[in-house]
């Protein structure tokens, strides 16, 4: 495991003498951010709000915190977010580039060994991701070889992180759980990835002992709900599930039933039989139909069955307003509705509505993009001169999301764009529930003020 150490210069210029906790159960997390994108570092345990600081004039942060639970944080920069373990009595000095957040994401003083070696395995995974694309079409017991080896690898840095006894228990725990379940996710993937990667007309039969690593799933453990290769891992393996036992129950001819109501139906079931853990029970509750929702876009007497049902299994209230926010944005998208009443900021900061923006003009396509997704940004820049040139009728309306309002603007002269067709979304929430904004090549396309499309996609709807 490969993690650059920080000066002692730079630690010293950011955890003085008066800054250090005063006993063991004091936390300090601080650091510095090049090229910030915000005024500010949040931090969040869970879903939950801990504090929020402000940048000096040097770009250093710092939380000083005298009560904390030991576990999974993350600190979020906008639009950027990434994971933070902090238990009783650390020192913990980061520094990060946001040019590349997460690549040059390093962490020095006491309890900084378990965050390097989080990120370090982040980064593995996102490497190793194009090499298992190639491992797909392998036979089974030739793809497990190869997973295998990769997961031993990354044990291994674990081991060795970890042979002088300097990760408490809980923290080791975690580790071993970001290698695992990682590895755990790929297996899960394979019968599907597999199939299309070798245009098999039927899932490939698998062995029980190419699932035997299920035996080691602890499906209710709390300290990894909101670790994200945990959670993934539950997704993959409820669907999974989901999607055999409807073919052994409820097809025939080894055919799917291709009913989305029916197979989400088997989801909500299988969570309620496995998961009693509460907070994870009702996030995946809300995983699952908020992923039915945004693929369903008719509101019909299914959706209406289905939101029902999910709340006779959810017990969390915040997820049933949000599952109503959702159904209601998709009602009023509708064809021959009229757009949202949202407010969004034009290049003089000021606050105009979407239906004002629309006007009496012909036709409008409103298309989203985001600082953190830079070749995103490239791809639809060229694509939208190119419909631009198709389509001269058309009004291209660009609307940024989770970007530093700074950064928004920066972005605008650096690459030219049209002040005058370019918005920002200050309210990212309320833009997403109200514009059903379930990707970024998703678009809306409005005629005068009324929805045509309210599901487009700007690469196959136009």
């Known amino acids: ?29 601080g650091g510095e951010i090049v090229n910030p994108t915000s005024d500010y570092v949040v931090l969040y345990h869970k879903d939950n709000f801990v504090d929020s600081v402000k ?9 000083q915190l005298d009560t904390l639970e030991d576990g999974l944080y993350h600190f979020d920069h906008t639009p950027e977010l990434q994971y933070v373990y902090l ?11 946001t040019v590349e957040f997460d690549e040059s994401l390093v962490f020095s003083g006491k309890g900084s060994e378990i965050n390097n070696f989080l990120i370090e395995i982040f980064l593995q995974n996102e490497s190793d991701e194009e090499l298992i694309k190639d491992y797909y079409s392998l036979d089974p017991e030739a793809f497990s070889q190869k997973i295998d080896s990769l997961h031993k690898d990354k044990l291994d840095l674990l081991n060795e992180l970890s ?43 698998l062995s029980n002992e190419f699932y035997s690593y299920r035996k080691e799933i602890d499906f209710n453990n709390k300290d990894l709900t909101y670790l994200k290769p945990y959670f993934d891992f539950m997704k993959w393996y409820i669907g999974n599930v989901s999607y055999m036992t409807c073919l052994d129950d409820c097809s025939s001819n080894k055919k799917p039933v291709s009913d989305r109501l029916h197979f989400n139906q088997h989801k909500l ?27 369903e876009h008719n509101p019909d007497t299914e959706s209406v069955a289905f939101i029902d049902k999910f709340k006779t299994l959810s017990t969390n209230e915040e997820h049933e307003q949000e599952i109503e926010l959702l159904y209601k944005g998709i009602q009023n998208l ?8 949202i407010a969004v900021l034009n290049f003089n900061d000021e606050k105009i509505s979407l239906k004002d923006l629309v006007g009496k003009k012909e036709n409008t396509v409103f298309y989203f993009w ?13 694509h939208i001169a190119e419909l631009e040139g198709k389509y001269p009728n058309h009004n291209f309306l660009g609307i940024n999301l989770r970007t530093s309002h ?5 972005l605008m002269s650096e690459n030219n764009l049209d002040k005058e067709k370019q918005f920002y979304g200050e309210n990212f929430k309320e833009l997403q529930m109200a514009m059903i904004i379930d990707g970024l090549n998703k678009c809306v396309i409005t005629k005068d003020s009324v929805v045509v499309d309210g599901f487009a996609n700007l690469y196959t709807s136009l």
């Open 1 to 29: 495991m490969v993690r650059f150490l920080l000066s002692l210069t730079f630690i010293s210029s950011i955890v003085s003498c008066s800054d250090a906790p005063e006993n063991n159960s004091t936390v300090f997390f």
């Open 269 to 295: 079931a299988i969570v309620d039989s496995i998961v009693v853990e509460k907070e994870l029970r009702n996030n995946l509750f809300r995983n699952i139909a908020v992923d039915y929702l945004k693929w």
């Open 163 to 205: 042979s002088d006894d300097q990760l408490p228990p809980k923290a080791l725990a975690m580790g071993k759980a970001s290698v695992y379940y990682n590895t755990f996710i790929t297996k899960e993937k394979y019968p599907f990835y597999h199939k299309k990667k070798t245009g098999e007309e039927t899932i490939h039969d």
């Open 406 to 410: 700074s950064q928004w603007k920066q």
């Open 370 to 382: 985001t600082a953190g997704q830079k070749g995103h940004f490239r791809n639809i820049s060229k």
């Open 87 to 97: 238990s009783k009595g650390d020192s913990l000095v980061a520094r990060l580039n």
């Open 334 to 341: 509708q064809p021959n509705n009229t757009i949202p009443d």
């Open 55 to 63: 940048l000096d004039e040097k770009n250093h942060f710092s939380f």
